[in-house]
């Protein structure tokens, strides 16, 4: 899990398959609070399965299905 500072950009994201078109907002260094990915390790591993939201702000934004309530 990569956990990024308010102002810190991940240093991933050139390579990030989840960043699509500069879409996640881990990628930028203009935000103000704290960012979490479960989607690449602090080593730069990425996981094969995965879905990162163009309005999560935070990085622990989840899908709630009825089923799972």
Known sequence: MLILKEGEGCPFS?????????????????????????????YGVFKEEGFRSPLDRTGRMRILMEDNV
Not at 21 to 28: E, I, K, M, P
Not at 32 to 41: A, G, Q, W, Y
């Open 14 to 42: 050139e390579n990030c398959p989840y960043n699509k078109n500069g879409q996640c907002l881990g990628a930028t260094s203009d935000r103000d609070n704290k960012f979490t990915c479960d989607l690449v390790s602090e």
